[in-house]
């Protein structure tokens, strides 16, 4: 069974930085598509930052420059967020596919999301 799992959200003043990660296990395949999407109540949900199997990133315009997706060897993936603005705030959400679809949310495994809040 596939679980994917975020961790790292909180509370932080504007400007400052925050790591959130993402766990992928019990995934049949070596190699995968890991992306960070973000949602505000009454919002859909929006795509951030996706990094392939072969660890090529795509990127938001609103926060290219700001964050950065990474991955390790071990099912780990990250997203550095630095600058951050009081409009980042969002419940985060990582997700994971064999297939890339992007910034679009189709992706197959999602977590449960992780807060981050960003105070003006």
């Known amino acids: 069974q596939v679980r994917v799992a975020e961790s790292g959200g909180g509370s932080v003043q504007s400007g400052g930085s925050l790591r959130l990660s993402c766990t992928v296990s019990?995934?049949?395949?070596?190699?995968?598509?890991v992306a960070w999407f973000r949602q505000t109540p009454g919002s859909e949900r929006e795509g951030v930052a996706v990094?392939?199997?072969?660890?090529?990133t795509t990127y938001a315009a609103s926060v290219k420059g700001r964050f950065t997706v990474s991955k390790d060897n071990r099912h780990n993936a990250y997203l550095r967020m630095d600058r951050l603005k009081p409009e980042d705030t969002a419940m985060y959400f990582c997700?994971?596919?064999?297939?890339?679809?992007?910034?679009?949310?189709?992706?197959?495994?999602w977590g449960q999301g992780t807060q981050v809040t960003v105070s003006a």
């Open positions: 997700a994971a596919d064999v297939f890339a679809y992007g910034l679009d949310p189709k992706y197959e495994y």
């Open positions: 019990g995934y049949p395949y070596t190699s995968y598509v």
């Open positions: 990094i392939d199997a072969d660890g090529d």
